[in-house]
């Protein structure tokens, strides 16, 4: 049985006993990626460099993915764009920063996933919107406004265009 490693696992192991300023930068492709039980990730790439620094290793990222949402206007379920770009300092266990929850684990390893969760998660807008001039729904039927126009819409047009020429 063949077991599914974290993509977002990184053996980072070989720079600790680096010279300050060695780095290394990966890059990341997936198609789905499900982070923590709520974020569910498609068309996810990033870019990471890991810098050797005096108290760990410097860890800065961009990353670019799609959440399914759905529409705050009209309910439609919708591809949200995501971005995030993070800069963090792993330290060495006997070097711990005080302003840092960060540490470098003692096997070598560094799990961005819970970082990219949170940097993501705060991307993802509080009332989602397919497109800006998205029309909603119909207050009255329902009906989807981006799709067709409704009778409510038109007798309500109809009824405001006299008045604005009532105006002139």
Known sequence: MTRVQNPLRINV???????IGTNREFQLDLPDLQLEHDLNL???????????????????GQFDATKEEQCGRCLDDFGQPLHAELSELYSFRNQIAID????????GNIDLAPLVWEYLTLDIPMKPLCRQDCKGLCPVCGTNLNDTTCEHQANLENQ????????Q
Do not use: H, Y
């Open 100 to 107: 840092t929850e960060l540490a470098l684990s003692e096997d």
């Open 160 to 167: 405001t265009t006299p008045a604005a020429n009532d105006d």
């Open 13 to 19: 192991g070989f720079l600790v006993n680096q010279p």
């Open 42 to 60: 498609k068309n996810f790439k990033g870019k990471v460099c890991i810098d050797r620094a005096t108290q760990g290793l410097f860890v800065q």
